[in-house]
């Protein structure tokens, strides 16, 4: 008899008897889709990308506690300029919560409170009527450059302590107010560590760092600078050859631009002769960055902020009234701002930065107008010699774009 099969089946391998290997058949070959380029973002994209997911108000209002008690002690007992420099201090080491050394974030807020504390004592001391200012701010800032490219938490620290040491250029004095000024800063960061232990419940961890914070830190920098030291000896000893050859990334070539830049920043900031002339240096570190386009970036975020808060500042200045306690809320409020956009946008951060440094000096009696306009053309000049000695990496990154083009030409 013969068997009947049905259209499947005819197509169909047979099936395997219970004694019979199975064949494997190769599945078939499905050709690959062709991979989608993603869109590099425009270089330009900070300007305008704001990361509202990284809003976060817990830790602004812990931070922001410290600022108030330091303005609002010192209005109370009618020493406004002591707490503003105390809260100055509670300012800057609030901003270490969000750096980690040794996975603790207390530890990056113990460093900053003895490093801007000793920073504020020498620039105090050295003041900026002489050439001694250059050299020791180009040298804290070739540190920090360094840094830069080892560890996040301690290079924060080193930027806090360049920052504090320009700032206190401006008030230079005798050893004991120095003393004082440099006391203050470290209460007021003091108080803002026992705020944010309290608050994010790290008391037993302060203590803890409080026992180990010397051994934590030598151990941790040795460990961080180990690693390149021998390579960093050699490039400083074949420096004037290999200088030219340096990549814009490398760390020694950032570090030795970033004291170029502060270096002559500092000169002008020293020729001007003007109190309020640290913001030239202070901007041109803070915007000076390994890669050209993150300091055109930061640039001009920080010019377009500084702009913005300076004119909202001085409308709001020249049609308003304001007391002592309402200098000081208005201090805290933008204080508070600061702290919680800091890592949604650099430019809507240094709008709220500057509201505060002028609410801040105003408490001093200093007109608030005089000094939004102050801040406002030194940050540009910062900014613009921050480009300036920049360009060379523009020069290098037009050459190499050239001489790529030629070779996938050729």
């Not at 750096?99 to 460093?111: F, G, K, N, T, Y």
């Not at 004291?259 to 901007?283: C, D, F, K, N």
């Not at 408490?363 to 406002?376: T, Y």
């Amino acid at each position: 008899m013969s068997r009947i099969h049905s259209p499947v089946a005819a197509d169909a391998p047979d099936l395997p008897s219970p004694q019979t290997t199975p064949t494997v058949y190769p599945a078939p070959t499905v050709p690959a889709l062709a991979a989608i380029p993603a869109t590099p973002p425009h270089f330009l994209a900070d300007l305008y990308t704001f990361q509202w997911t990284e809003l976060n108000l817990r830790l602004p209002l812990i931070s922001v506690s410290a600022v108030a008690l330091c303005l609002f002690t010192g209005v109370a007992v009618g020493h406004p300029a002591g707490g503003l420099i105390a809260g100055g201090g509670a300012f800057t080491v609030g901003f270490g919560a969000n750096q980690r050394i040794s996975d603790s974030r207390l530890l990056p807020m113990l460093a900053a409170i003895f490093a801007c504390a000793s920073a504020t004592l020498a620039g105090t001391l050295v003041g900026h009527h002489g050439y001694e200012l250059v050299l020791a701010a180009s040298a804290s800032a070739f540190l920090y450059g360094v840094l830069t490219a080892q560890n996040t938490g301690l290079s924060w620290v080193g930027q806090q302590a360049s920052v504090a040491l320009l700032i206190a250029s401006a008030f230079p004095s005798s050893p004991r107010p120095a003393f004082v000024r440099a006391g203050l800063i470290a209460a007021g960061g003091a108080a803002q560590l026992l705020f944010t232990s309290v608050g994010l419940r790290l008391l037993p961890e302060l203590q803890k760092n409080l026992v180990t914070f010397p051994r934590t830190v030598y151990t941790t920098l040795a460990n961080t600078l180990q690693v390149r030291r021998r390579d960093l000896l050699h490039r400083l000893h074949d420096l004037p050859e290999a200088l030219p050859g340096l990549s814009p990334g490398d760390a020694l070539t950032y570090s030795l631009r970033l004291a170029l830049t502060v270096g002559l920043a500092a000169e002008i900031y020293h020729r001007l002769g003007i109190q309020s002339g640290y913001w030239i240096p202070m901007t041109a570190l803070l915007v000076q960055k390994p890669a050209l386009f993150e300091t055109f970036n930061r640039a001009a975020a920080r010019i377009l902020g500084t702009l913005a808060g300076a004119w909202l500042c001085t409308l709001l200045l020249a049609h308003v009234t304001f007391t002592l306690p309402v200098l000081a809320a208005a201090a805290t409020l933008s204080a508070f701002l600061a702290f919680a956009t800091n890592a949604v946008n650099y430019a809507l951060f240094t709008v709220f930065l500057t509201s505060y440094i002028v609410f801040l000096l105003s408490l001093n009696q200093i007109p608030g107008p005089v000094i939004a306009h102050r801040r406002a053309w030194c940050t540009i000049l910062g900014g613009l010699i921050a480009l300036t000695i920049h360009l060379d990496a523009f020069h290098r990154y037009r050459r190499h774009a050239t001489l790529t083009a030629t070779d996938l030409s050729s």
